[in-house]
């Protein structure tokens, strides 16, 4: 997951806007002072936002989204133990195989006979 397009676009815009104004406005005179504090804090104010809401927001959701797929994958194998348990084959020795779609079809599509 990233940034929506809109938050990456204006944050490149400001950075860049920001960096153009610093490197052609000269400080020496009064207005051009003002702009170039004006460039600098808008530098800094895309740099700290960058850090303390881009970034953090990135490292959320792929914190989220590897949980709930280890969920997932959890979910799955013990769904897959109680369908072994129910058809009385828990003898199966690889039940990772079993996570795979086609062999899961495969074996649970055999006829296994009553013990």
Do not use: W
């Amino acid at each position: 997951m990233h940034l929506s397009r809109s938050t990456v676009l204006t944050l490149a815009g400001v950075t860049g806007l920001s960096l153009l104004g610093i490197a052609f406005v000269d400080s020496k005179e009064n207005m051009n002072d003002v702009l170039h504090s004006v460039f600098v804090a808008l530098l800094a104010s895309a740099a700290f936002y960058a850090g303390t809401v881009a970034i953090p927001e990135i490292q959320r959701r792929r914190r989220i989204r590897t949980n709930l797929r280890r969920q997932y994958r959890s979910f799955k194998k013990s769904c897959i133990d109680l369908f072994l348990i129910a058809s009385k084959s828990q003898e199966y020795d690889n039940r990772d195989n079993l996570l795979n779609p086609e062999e899961f079809k495969r074996y649970f599509s055999n006829k296994v006979p009553p013990k």
